[in-house]
């Protein structure tokens, strides 16, 4: 691994992924290739360890010329694929962009992609890699009796991002097996951690409880999420890079199932023992049940004995551990706290999702 196209690397998960691999790997160069929608941010990438070993693309994966340009410019021979559009409730009320992005995008690359390795010698074209970040909701919803589902399992897609997701996967798996293209693909569950863009439940539900906000749980709470630390989730991307078997997919998850309502609750009590003079203790207290989300899937669970099995991953995190650190991150860098909520896509959020929402309309 020498020159790795990261896609996706200003957002959550892609950029903390940037810094673990410059961490991981002394001589590898990374091209963060990224068009810094709203949840992408520059500022994700402020202090990168041995930040000379990356540089910054600011474009498009819907746009092939600009894809195409980076592979003449650079002898990329390992993609890691994370850009996408990812958040479900802004799927439902726009789902247009994650056709595009999700789905054609992901298409641009491995065509980019496939055009460029099929051109390798034979040494390249094995040490070549494609690696598409993926998620749980592509198997659908699970009941709660149900056992966690295996990388056998077929899927059932059931929001457009989630099917958006699933297409994308599938596109892969096409590529893999149709041209040879070297694919590996992940599906993870839900990340936690440093620089999440605070639409998503535990930024949002840490950020709100700290400045006295009301901390809106959809519907009665009771919806089972499976929570990994981010840094678990880049070692595991790591090691497929590393050991991974060509055309394998590898479920990723942080074994932390817990319901929305336990996971704001233990939020509110972390925050009460970490911030123990403010005036919104018992953070509890700030809690409401608003609309739920529609088509709310109620669980999922991923079976990750293949990854721990097979290339010896395994998560180090518990969910409290992992969350005290996450806390600790968002109440020390107020910088970053404050630019993000100054965006406009914050604020339209917070405006157009959860007011209306606690209104019920
Ligand atoms: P994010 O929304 O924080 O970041 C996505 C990044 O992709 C942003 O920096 C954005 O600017 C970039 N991007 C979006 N569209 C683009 C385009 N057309 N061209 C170039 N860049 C574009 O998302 P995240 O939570 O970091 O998720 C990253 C990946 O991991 C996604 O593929 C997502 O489906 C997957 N995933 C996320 C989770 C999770 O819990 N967050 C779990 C499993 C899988
Ligand atoms: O499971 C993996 C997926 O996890 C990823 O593929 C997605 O990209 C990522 O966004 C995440 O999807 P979720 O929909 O599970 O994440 P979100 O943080 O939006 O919501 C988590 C749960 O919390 C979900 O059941 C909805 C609920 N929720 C969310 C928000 C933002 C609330 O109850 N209140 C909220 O304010």
Known sequence: MQNVLVTGGAGFIGSNFVRYLLKQDPTVQVINFDVLTYAGSIENLKGLPDADRHTFIH???RDTDALA???ESFEIDTIVHFAAETHVDRSILGPAIFIE???LGTFNLLEVARKNWSGHSHQGQHAFRFHHISSDEVYGALRAEDPPVNEQHAYAPRSPYAASKASSDFLVRAYGHTYDLPIT???CSNNFGPFQFPEKLMPLMILNA???ESLPIYGDGSQIRDWIYVDDHSAAVWAILQKGRVGETYNVAGDNQYTNKEIVEMICSL???MLPASSHSPHKQLITFVDDRPGHDFRYAL???????DLGWHPHETLQSGLRKTIAWYLENEAWVSQIKQRPAYQEWIEENYLKRAEGG
């Open 210 to 212: 700290m400045s006295g």
């Open 69 to 71: 340009d980076v592979f």
């Open 101 to 103: 992005s999700n789905i």
């Open 59 to 61: 474009d498009d994966i």
């Open 303 to 309: 079976d990750t004995s293949k990854i721990t099995t």
């Open 271 to 273: 925050l009460d023992k």
């Open 185 to 187: 693909i992940s599906n």
